[in-house]
T-cell receptor, first 114, second 113 residues
Framework: AQSVTQLDSHVSVSEGTPVLLRCNYS??????LFWYVQHPNKGLQLLLK??????LVKGINGFEAEFKKSETSFHLTKPSAHMSDAAEYFC????????????FGGGTRLMVKP | NAGVTQTPKFQVLKTGQSMTLQCAQD?????MYWYRQDPGMGLRLIYY???????DKGEVPNGYNVSRLNKREFSLRLESAAPSQTSVYFC????????????FGPGTRLTVT
């Protein structure tokens, strides 16, 4: 069975400061991992994905994440927050053979203060 | 490309009423999904269809039925709506295989009174 834990339900940063959103997973197989962003009243948009290639993954809008197998983590970072980054972020794991069962974390709401 | 479209965007039902949520994708994806999103719980999978002609239960299938009408369309039916089904419903699609990301529709906000 697979599971995803997003360690913070809310994160607040000031504009221009670094962002760290934490995600831990458990998986029976070699997982694929994703980060999605959801702006208010919108659907989900893919930020980045890890699929067993490079462990440091770069995504859109300056976000990146590092896959650490020993720590079962896939934390999302950004060097400098922008007001437009305020949104909800979801960490997702896919590890069944067919890749059909995706499990979502509970989400982290990022707030950016001016 | 429209991507993934959902209708309706909003719906209010009374307890016991039925309705069907429609989803269509124009990306020639094999797999399609229905999720519900509730505050603090992320997205939970209701049903999915790995390919045309197949459907399988997800984490929270009770109270729902689905139909994979063709490769493009995947509908979700509530036969007898309950207040616990008040939620935002998202449809998604993807190519087959664990490395492919899902593409999401804009969602349907359903309220059951």
């Amino acid at each position: 069975a697979q599971s995803v834990t997003q360690l913070d339900s809310h994160v607040s940063v000031s504009e221009g400061t670094p962002v760290l959103l934490r995600c831990n997973y458990s998986s029976s197989y070699s997982p694929s991992l994703f980060w999605y962003v959801q702006h208010p009243n919108k659907g989900l948009q893919l930020l980045l994905k890890y699929t067993s290639a490079a462990t440091l993954v770069k995504g859109i809008n300056g976000f990146e994440a590092e896959f650490k197998k020993s720590e079962t983590s896939f934390h999302l970072t950004k060097p400098s927050a922008h007001m437009s980054d305020a949104a909800e972020y979801f960490c997702v794991v896919s590890d069944d053979n067919a890749g059909n069962m995706l499990t979502f974390g509970g989400g982290t709401r990022l707030m950016v203060k001016p | 490309n429209a991507g993934v479209t959902q209708t309706p965007k909003f719906q209010v039902l009374k307890t016991g009423q039925s309705m069907t949520l429609q989803c269509a994708q124009d990306m020639n994806h094999n797999s399609m999904y229905w999720y519900r999103q509730d505050p603090g719980m992320g997205l939970r999978l209701i049903y999915y269809s790995a390919s045309e002609g197949t459907t399988d239960k997800g984490e929270v299938p009770n109270g729902y039925n689905v139909s994979r009408l063709n490769k493009r369309e995947f509908s979700l039916r509530l036969e007898s709506a309950a207040p616990s089904q008040t939620s935002v419903y998202f449809c998604a699609s993807r190519l087959a295989g664990p490395d492919y990301e899902q593409y999401f529709g804009p969602g349907t906000r359903l309220t059951v009174t």
